[in-house]
T-cell receptor, first 116, second 112 residues
Framework: DVKVTQSSRYLVKRTGEKVFLECVQDMDHENMFWYRQDPGLGLRLIYFSYDVKMKEKGDIPEGYSVSREKKERFSLILESASTNQTSMYLC???????????????FGPGTRLTVL | DAKTTQPNSMESNEEEPVHLPCNHSTISGTDYIHWYRQLPSQGPEYVIHGLTSNVNNRMASLAIAEDRKSSTLILHRATLRDAAVYYCILRDRGGGADGLTFGKGTHLIIQP
């Protein structure tokens, strides 16, 4: 079974703390993504990576950074957590598109982060 | 990105077919129609996708209108486990590393 795992299902942090969210995929996918999901705002892309050590900003990168040192692992970092970063964080991965393939994204279970 | 419109919610009975509509009147020629769903407290999961022809897989069927301005996701025999939010999105095939953009989707309620 293909799998994307996230380090925590629930996390509570205090304002100003540095927060690390880890994501691991076992499908040898090139592409990995971090999203946040909020009621009424839908799914929004924070950052994505198409290769080791490569990263691209998504729609809402402010306040976040990412790290991809190994192909299977993509980390989201909140340098100084704030209350408006309370959200559900979802990691996903997908293979690079090749002829005849569809680049379906596989999602992890999500991390519900609360910043107090 | 081309926009899609879905009903906010739908209700159906267990073991009956469910037809979930999606309108996408501004679809371009290279846009694929994709469906994902999100079960309670889980990440989204891929359901099905298509371009022009109707598609079937083990989870569902996708019926695409001839003018491609609308489509319908069909669950042939709904179970309680199909209760989820269903998202219809359009994606150009060329973007391997493109992020997904979900709207509000349709909240499907299944009655026992």
């Amino acid at each position: 079974d293909v799998k994307v795992t996230q380090s925590s299902r629930y996390l509570v942090k205090r304002t100003g703390e540095k927060v690390f969210l880890e994501c691991v995929q076992d499908m040898d996918h090139e592409n990995m993504f971090w999203y946040r999901q909020d009621p009424g705002l839908g799914l929004r892309l924070i950052y994505f990576s198409y290769d080791v050590k490569m990263k691209e900003k998504g729609d809402i990168p402010e306040g976040y950074s990412v790290s991809r040192e190994k192909k299977e692992r993509f980390s989201l970092i909140l340098e100084s957590a704030s209350t408006n970063q309370t959200s559900m964080y979802l990691c996903a991965s997908s293979p690079t598109l090749s002829a005849g393939d569809y680049n379906e994204q596989f999602f992890g279970p999500g991390t519900r982060l609360t910043v107090l | 990105d081309a926009k899609t419109t879905q009903p906010n919610s739908m209700e159906s009975n267990e073991e009956e077919p469910v037809h979930l509509p999606c309108n996408h009147s501004t679809i371009s020629g290279t846009d694929y129609i994709h469906w994902y769903r999100q079960l309670p407290s889980q990440g989204p999961e891929y359901v099905i996708h298509g371009l022009t022809s109707n598609v079937n897989n083990r989870m569902a069927s996708l019926a695409i209108a001839e003018d491609r301005k609308s489509s319908t996701l069909i669950l042939h025999r709904a179970t309680l486990r199909d209760a989820a939010v269903y998202y219809c999105i359009l994606r150009d095939r060329g973007g391997g590393a493109d992020g997904l953009t979900f709207g509000k989707g349709t909240h499907l309620i299944i009655q026992p």
